[in-house]
């Protein structure tokens, strides 16, 4: 009845009307599973932002965690169920040679979690700059595409991917740019893996807004009429509309184990829509 690969969907408990035995048995069920198996998670962008906050939430629930991203996060390396791996993902060939050792011989990951991205220079296409958008591209898309190829061609198992996506890529507000096309893309290569893997659960998952290096950026730009989306966001900053990324960590947890049950394979998620799917 259980889908024994996956945690059990802890939120989904409050939604739907389910057996006070079926709810027992999922509690005993989760907390054996908590006592006896602690989960693999991949993240990539660990060292800051949504990637960190993940990280953390994550080592605290007692999983292992393995983590890439250019710098190295101190604070997570002190823990032992933490390993990382110095690497830029947009280097892609490097990637595919050192991207396995990270697993050791670790046979399957729980979760693999493509969070690093970055926002590129923000403004109007038209005066676009096409190195910083082909950079955009490089990692928001082909890294992940990628980073999917060698961790399948190096046999790991995995049942789980989440491809942190964005409201940019289905909102198209000016000023977004290849930041957008990049998450539009990423959305389809989820769709298109799902159907390629049908063992893993894909999604694609929009975050809301989160306190970060990237809404930091967007927040300190000048005001510019054009750009009337940057006005909402510099309103949200400092309530809880827009978390901090510890608290937005703790809080996709348990969405993310609602996903197989919730969705299938492919979908694209907004934590903004998810009530409604919930119910
Ligand atoms: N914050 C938001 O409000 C928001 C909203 C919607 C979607 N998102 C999505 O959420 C995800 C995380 O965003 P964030 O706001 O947390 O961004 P962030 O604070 O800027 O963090 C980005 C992470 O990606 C890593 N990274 C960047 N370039 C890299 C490269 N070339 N190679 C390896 N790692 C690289 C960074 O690590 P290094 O610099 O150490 O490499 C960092 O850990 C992104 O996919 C973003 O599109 C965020």
Redesign the pocket.
């Known amino acids: 009845m259980i889908l024994l690969p996956f945690r059990s969907c802890p939120i989904a408990g409050g939604w739907q009307a389910v057996g006070v035995v079926f709810l027992q048995y999922i509690s005993l069920y989760t907390a054996l599973w908590s006592l006896l198996m602690s989960r693999t998670i991949f993240i990539?962008?660990?060292?800051?932002?949504?990637?960190?906050g993940l990280g953390t939430a994550y080592l605290k629930n007692g999983d292992r965690v393995f983590g890439?991203?250019?710098?190295v996060p101190e604070n997570l390396g002190k823990n032992p169920r933490f390993s990382h791996l110095a690497?830029?993902?947009?280097d892609h060939k490097l990637v595919r040679r050192k991207l396995p050792a990270l697993f050791g011989d670790l046979k399957e990951i729980d979760i693999c979690i493509l969070?690093?991205?970055?926002?590129g220079k923000f403004g109007d296409l038209v005066t676009g700059d096409m190195e910083d958008m082909q950079r955009t591209m490089q990692?928001?898309l082909w890294?992940n595409q990628n980073i999917l190829s060698v961790l399948y061609a190096d046999g790991l198992e995995l049942k789980q991917v989440v491809g942190?996506?964005?409201?940019?890529s289905i909102s198209g507000n000016r000023g977004w740019g290849a930041?957008s096309l990049s998450?539009s893309a990423l959305n389809m290569l989820i769709r298109l893996y799902a159907k390629e893997r049908p063992g893993t659960h894909f999604a694609a998952f929009?975050?809301?807004?989160?306190?970060?290096?990237?809404?930091e950026y967007l927040c300190d730009l000048p005001h510019d009429p054009r750009f009337p989306a940057l006005v909402v966001l510099r309103k949200k900053r400092g309530t809880s509309e827009?978390p901090d990324?510890q608290t937005a960590g703790e809080r996709f947890l348990p969405v993310f184990d609602c996903f197989p049950e919730l969705v299938e394979s492919g979908a694209y998620l907004d934590i903004r829509k998810l009530p409604a799917l919930l119910k």
């Open positions: 990539t962008g660990v060292s800051s932002g949504i990637g960190h890439v991203s250019r710098r690497l830029d993902l947009t969070n690093a991205a970055t926002l990692l928001n890294a942190i996506s964005s409201g940019a930041y998450k929009a975050p809301g807004i989160v306190d970060t290096a990237m809404q827009m990324p």
